[in-house]
T-cell receptor
Framework: SQQGEEDPQALSIQEGENATMNCSYK?????LQWYRQNSGRGLVHLIL?????REKHSGRLRVTLDTSKKSSSLLITASRAADTASYFC?????????????FGQGTILTVHP | DGGITQSPKYLFRKEGQNVTLSCEQN?????MYWYRQDPGQGLRLIYY???????QKGDIAEGYSVSREKKESFPLTVTSAQKNPTAFYLC???????????FGAGTRLSVL
């Protein structure tokens, strides 16, 4: 079963605008990660946030985590056409499941030049 | 070049045939994973291995088999028991105790 549910399923914006994607999950987690996938390619890791963190930044990326609501958001600021890709959240439940990631269904982001 | 190499990029399976997907890594990672991705969907875990000669079933292991005879290699066999094998297959690896996974470029399997 999918741990993470993402919304929106698809997002279309103009270059320079901000893009926000949300992820909800069901069970407690050790960490939550965001990955990017260009069409027909493998996934690339973007950012990881641990369960005791609330916000993290990396370049134009900002991730928040609300463990009380079991949700996370990924913000891409000043988007570029090259940001066009699918974005997935993945949760690591830790414990005996340590290292196993459960992926959401993804958000397809299209950035128009 | 360090990384994960999956081959072939495209693979076709005939009815009743077993096919093997290759995954090799030169990152010296202990853990390796196989995922299946269907169109418009996220990744689902098939098998994973944390050490040589040991592997565990993931969420959708039925119809698949793996081996881990060497640290750098984790081949996946799609058996004839897998009735719906058409999908994009991704291999990943990670350092044990670290959380980030590194992915190969994938193998797209289709049925003839």
């Amino acid at each position: 079963s999918q741990q993470g549910e993402e919304d929106p399923q698809a997002l279309s914006i103009q270059e320079g605008e901000n893009a926000t994607m949300n992820c909800s999950y069901k069970t407690s987690i050790n960490n939550l990660q965001w990955y990017r996938q260009n069409s027909g390619r493998g996934l690339v890791h973007l950012i990881l946030i641990r369960s005791n963190e609330r916000e993290k930044h990396s370049g134009r990326l900002r991730v928040t985590l609300d463990t009380s609501k079991k949700s996370s958001s990924l913000l891409i600021t000043a988007s570029r056409a090259a940001d066009t890709a699918s974005y997935f959240c993945a949760t690591d439940a830790g414990g005996t499941s340590y290292g196993k990631l459960t992926f959401g269904q993804g958000t397809i982001l299209t950035v128009h030049p | 070049d360090g990384g994960i190499t999956q081959s072939p990029k495209y693979l076709f399976r005939k009815e009743g045939q077993n096919v093997t997907l290759s995954c090799e890594q030169n990152l010296n990672h202990d853990a390796m994973y196989w995922y299946r991705q269907d169109p418009g969907q996220g990744l689902r875990l098939i098998y994973y291995s944390q050490i040589v000669n040991d592997f565990q079933k993931g969420d959708i292991a039925e119809g698949y088999s793996v081996s881990r005879e060497k640290k750098e290699s984790f081949p996946l066999t799609v058996t004839s028991a897998q009735k719906n094998p058409t999908a994009f297959y991704l291999c990943a690896s990670s350092i044990l105790g670290r959380d980030i996974q590194y992915f190969g470029a994938g193998t797209r399997l289709s049925v003839l």
